[in-house]
């Protein structure tokens, strides 16, 4: 089993708010995504930033095959994720509510308060060789901050930490959002049940927001208790970052430094199956640095995301 998840960025239609300004330009990009997908080959792949149905479905195309096809409810910019597999779906649903105790939170200057992920999160089962895999798939909130206006300048410092704090409440509570459902799908489940929880999580492994998504602590790959069964492994999950090579262990360049932001995590009956250097960030080639305003890469025919791509054993 070939599994990916890949932030495509901006994925529309040409001629739609966000999307390229021209049908050559959209062309270009379908090309280059499809490129690289076809290159991988997944069995099942995780996107996010997609915009439409149809510009994802004339990528889907070009890459060959067949695909089944679900997309989550989209966010106040269009974008939402998608899980797309070579066999069909099942038991889709969405996450969109924060945990039960977890109550709204401040995201700006005025009174705004939220109770639900920005970007639905969005949950299937897939048939593949190794049985059924559950597939929960985020787009957690970035890490670029955006203020009144839209602008992705800051007036003051003061303005710039209180934003910075907005940004990482929101992503906090996102995170717990999807490890409180990847919590009632392994419950709800027994010893065998498969679950991969993957996305761009806009955070690096170290991160609490990332950490959070693991579940009980200890036992991760690498440690000295990884070999070692205990009470923990049901709820577990491990994130593959560690079987990725030294050399490519980022998924995104943001001013000239690599960051590991888009992750895979998979559940106890998983982890064994994906050895060391079975996960992989190169399928896309060279990656060109990014800074803070997306404007400048609209018509880019490349994402600025790098997919990572596990293979099992």
């Not at 957690?140 to 602008?151: E, I, N, Q, V």
């Not at 991969?196 to 991160?207: E, F, K, R, S």
């Amino acid at each position: 089993m070939r599994i990916a998840t890949w932030n495509v960025e901006n994925l529309f239609s040409p001629g739609t708010d966000g999307g390229p300004e021209s049908a050559m330009e959209f062309e270009a990009k379908a090309d280059a995504l499809a490129a690289v997908i076809e290159r991988m080959d997944p069995d099942i792949l995780a996107l996010q930033e997609v915009g439409d149905r149809r510009a994802l479905d004339r990528v889907l195309e070009r890459a060959g095959g067949s695909w089944h096809v679900e997309l989550a409810t989209p966010d106040r910019r269009g974008i939402g994720v998608a899980i797309a597999a070579r066999t069909p779906l099942s038991q889709m649903r969405e996450v969109t509510d924060f945990p039960t105790g977890i109550d709204p939170i401040q995201v700006d200057d005025t009174d705004t308060r939220i109770h639900q992920l920005g970007r639905a999160g969005l949950h299937a089962v897939v048939d593949t060789d190794l049985g059924a895999v559950h597939v929960l798939t985020c787009h957690l909130k970035s890490k670029l901050l955006t203020f009144p206006g839209g602008r992705f300048t800051p007036r003051d410092e003061h303005e710039r930490t209180r934003f910075a704090a907005y940004a990482l409440f929101r992503r906090t509570a996102e995170s717990a959002a999807i490890r409180d459902a990847a919590t009632a799908i392994l419950d709800d489940g027994d010893d065998t049940t498969r679950l991969v929880v993957l996305g761009d999580l806009n955070d690096t492994v170290d991160a609490q927001t990332t950490q959070i998504l693991s579940g009980p602590p200890g036992s991760e790959i690498g440690t000295t208790g990884y070999d070692k069964p205990d009470a923990g492994d049901r709820q577990r999950l491990w994130n593959l970052a560690p079987r990725i090579p030294a050399a490519q262990r980022f998924s995104r360049i943001y001013r000239g430094r690599g960051e590991l932001i888009d992750h895979i995590l998979v559940s106890h009956n998983l982890v064994d199956h994906i050895a060391d250097g079975a996960v992989t960030t190169d399928a896309a080639g060279t990656t060109n640095s990014i800074d803070d305003d997306p404007n400048r890469r609209r018509s880019n025919d490349a994402s600025d995301h790098r997919p990572v791509l596990a293979t099992t054993t």
